[in-house]
C-alpha cells in the first residue's frame, strides 16, 4: 500500500488559515491502514482545527468527509454537489489522491495534509516499511522474493557491496543489506545457483527515468 | 464510604479504558470542558491486558493535538487506580480540578461566547 504520514499542524495551519469554509477530505484506502488519513484523522485534524481558529477568534466552517478511495472517478464524483462551495479541499489522501481531487474540481483550491513516503507494509500496527519503488521491471523472481531496488541504499543489482558489515547497511546499523537477506533466503530455498547468475544492467526506462508512466489494459477498457 | 468530590465532574462511563479514543478527549475540549481525564484501572491489571496502555498512549496523543493549537495538552490527563480505590478516586478528581482550575477555563467558552456576543 501506498504510507504517508501526517503533516506538522503548523504547515497545515499555514495553508489553510485564508480559508472560510474548508472540507477536510479523507480516503478510506492505504492512508486509513496506515493511520494518516482515513475517518479517524480526519476527525481529529477537524477538531483541532477548530479549536485553532476558534481560539483566534477567527470563524472557519470545517466539514469532514471520508470518500471510499480519492483515486476513482466513481467515488470523489460523490462530493460533485458540494465541492466548489467550498474555499479549500484539505485532503488526507496519498499524492494520487489529492492531485485526482485537484483535477476533478478545478475551481477549488486542494491542498495536501499529509506527506506520502511509500509504497510499504504494516511491520506492526504503528511500523511501516518500506518495500517497493515501483521502478516497473520487478527483478524479485531472481532475487528470492527481496527487492534490492527498495532495500537496497545502492539498488545494487549484483550484491552485497562493500558497505554490508554483519548483516547491516553501511548507511546504518538499524537497517539490514538487502543483500545479505537475499542470501540468506537463497540459501535457505536452496537456490543460491540463481545467486551466482550475473543480472544484467537493469532497463530503468520502466522507472522514473522515462518521465510519467501509464498502463493501458486494453481488454478491459469500454 | 460517602466520599465527596468536585461537583464540577461529570462521570462517563466506558466499557475500557481501552475504548476511549483521541477524538473522545478532544471533542469533550473542543465542546467547552475545561478539562477531561481518563481514569484507568492499575497498570499491568486491564481485564484486557493492554487497554489502559493503549489509553495512555492516546491521551499523550491528544495532548500533543491539543498542544500544536494552542490549547493547552495538560487539560487531558490519565489516572490509574483500582476499583477498591475510593479515596484515591476522589483525590484524582480534585487534583485535576486544582489542575484545570490554575490552567483557567477553556478558550473555546471564550470564543463561542464572543461569537453569541
Known amino acids: ?222 | 464510604m460517602r466520599l465527596e468530590y468536585p461537583a464540577n465532574i461529570k462521570v462517563i462511563r466506558a466499557p475500557c479504558t481501552g475504548k476511549i479514543d483521541v477524538i473522545h478527549l478532544l471533542r469533550a475540549i473542543e465542546k467547552g470542558a475545561d478539562g477531561a481525564y481518563v481514569v484507568g484501572c492499575m497498570e499491568g491489571e486491564c481485564l484486557y491486558n493492554n487497554g489502559n496502555f493503549r489509553a495512555k498512549k492516546r491521551v499523550l496523543q491528544a495532548q500533543k493535538v491539543l498542544d500544536s493549537v494552542g490549547m493547552g495538552g495538560q487539560r487531558v490527563q490519565m489516572y490509574n487506580l483500582s476499583s477498591a480505590e475510593g479515596p484515591k478516586f476522589a483525590a484524582f478528581a480534585r487534583e485535576m480540578t486544582e489542575k484545570i482550575r490554575e490552567l483557567g477555563p477553556n478558550p473555546m467558552k471564550l470564543a463561542k461566547k464572543g461569537e453569541a456576543a
Not at chain 1, 81 to 90: F, G, K, W
Not at chain 1, 98 to 120: D, I, M, R, S, W
Not at chain 1, 173 to 194: N, S, Y
Open chain 1, 1 to 222: 500500500m501506498i504510507v504517508a504520514s501526517p503533516k506538522p499542524m503548523e504547515e497545515i495551519i499555514d495553508t489553510v488559515k485564508d480559508c472560510k469554509k474548508l472540507l477536510i477530505l479523507g480516503c478510506n484506502e492505504c492512508v486509513t491502514v496506515c493511520e494518516a488519513g482515513g475517518k479517524k484523522e480526519v476527525g481529529v485534524l477537524a477538531s483541532a482545527l477548530r479549536m485553532y481558529f476558534a481560539k483566534q477568534g477567527r470563524q472557519i466552517q470545517i466539514d469532514e468527509r471520508t470518500l471510499e478511495r480519492q483515486c476513482d472517478h466513481e467515488y470523489l464524483e460523490e462530493i460533485r454537489d458540494i465541492a466548489d462551495t467550498y474555499d479549500a479541499i484539505l485532503s488526507l489522501a496519498c499524492g494520487v489522491g489529492v492531485q485526482f481531487t485537484a483535477e476533478k474540481y478545478l475551481a477549488t483550491v486542494v491542498l495536501p495534509g499529509v506527506n506520502t513516503c511509500f509504497l510499504g507494509a504494516t511491520e506492526e500496527r504503528g511500523l511501516w516499511t518500506e518495500r517497493c519503488q515501483a521502478c516497473g521491471a520487478c527483478v524479485l523472481a531472481k532475487t528470492g522474493g527481496i527487492c534490492p531496488v527498495s532495500r537496497c541504499a545502492k539498488r545494487v543489482l549484483n550484491g552485497p557491496c562493500g558497505g554490508s558489515t554483519n548483516g547491516k547497511c553501511e548507511i546504518s546499523k538499524e537497517v539490514d543489506c538487502a543483500w545479505q537477506l537475499i542470501v540468506d533466503r537463497l540459501t535457505a530455498l536452496g537456490k543460491m545457483d540463481e545467486y551466482e547468475q550475473i543480472a544484467p544492467l537493469k532497463d530503468w526506462s520502466t522507472d522514473r527515468a522515462g518521465g510519467p508512466r501509464k498502463v493501458v489494459k486494453e481488454d478491459v477498457q469500454s
